[in-house]
T-cell receptor, first 111, second 114 residues
Framework: GQQVMQIPQYQHVQEGEDFTTYCNSS?????IQWYKQRPGGHPVFLIQ?????EVKKQKRLTFQFGEAKKNSSLHITATQTTDVGTYFC???????????FGTGTRLTIIP | KAGVTQTPRYLIKTRGQQVTLSCSPI?????VSWYQQTPGQGLQFLFE???????NKGNFPGRFSGRQFSNSRSEMNVSTLELGDSALYLC?????????????FGSGTQLSVL
């Protein structure tokens, strides 16, 4: 079945440093979504990318969808303590699955 | 609009028991999905309901079942609980537009099986 992997699994950065998480799917995706889950919270929708090579920005966050529509990345510039949490990518699964979530990247910020 | 409401927030059960979790989606959302989240397995899709019909089902044993009512509220049931069923169970309602599909998650039910 479809697999969606994210690297790294964990990332510790100093406040103010940049952060990037990468998402790779075993199959081509029609679209990809990104979610953020704060510690003790639930996943919250951030963005959806649909087009090959698409780049979208939300303030300090930059999202990219690969040309082959099998990978994606999320880059945060100048991290802040409010960026702490786990970032998940998710894409429509094959077979009878709805959305297949990536393994997640847990970001911690060192003040 | 109120968000997705899940009850109860926490639950402790023992092996062999059964449990029912409830989810009320955002008003107007007719699709409800359920996910299991564990530290080791991440977010795993359980099933999706739309207009009282199960549309998709993940790779979980038959002990996991669900249903949706005419008011879009959904319940999931786990019978004969096992220790490995301890997890955060998340419900999400879906907002679909012509070009977009967003999941709105509830706060989840933290189930502990002893």
């Amino acid at each position: 079945g479809q697999q969606v992997m994210q690297i790294p699994q964990y990332q510790h950065v100093q406040e103010g440093e940049d952060f990037t998480t990468y998402c790779n799917s075993s199959t081509t995706l029609s679209n990809i979504q990104w979610y953020k889950q704060r510690p003790g919270g639930h996943p919250v929708f951030l963005i959806q990318l649909v087009k090959s090579g698409e780049v979208k920005k939300q303030k300090r966050l930059t999202f990219q969808f690969g040309e082959a529509k099998k990978n994606s990345s999320l880059h945060i510039t100048a991290t802040q303590t409010t960026d702490v949490g786990t970032y998940f990518c998710a894409g429509p699964g094959g077979g009878n699955e709805k959305l297949t979530f990536g393994t997640g990247t847990r970001l911690t910020i060192i003040p | 609009k109120a968000g997705v409401t899940q009850t109860p927030r926490y639950l402790i059960k023992t092996r062999g028991q059964q449990v029912t979790l409830s989810c009320s989606p955002i008003s107007g959302h007719r699709s409800v999905s359920w996910y299991q989240q564990t530290p080791g397995q991440g977010l795993q899709f359980l099933f999706e309901y739309f207009s009282e019909t199960q549309r998709n089902k993940g790779n979980f044993p038959g002990r996991f079942s669900g249903r949706q009512f005419s008011n879009s509220r959904s319940e999931m049931n786990v019978s004969t609980l096992e220790l490995g069923d301890s997890a955060l169970y998340l419900c999400a309602s879906t907002l679909r537009t012509a070009t977009n599909e967003k999941l709105f998650f509830g706060s989840g039910t933290q189930l502990s099986v002893l």
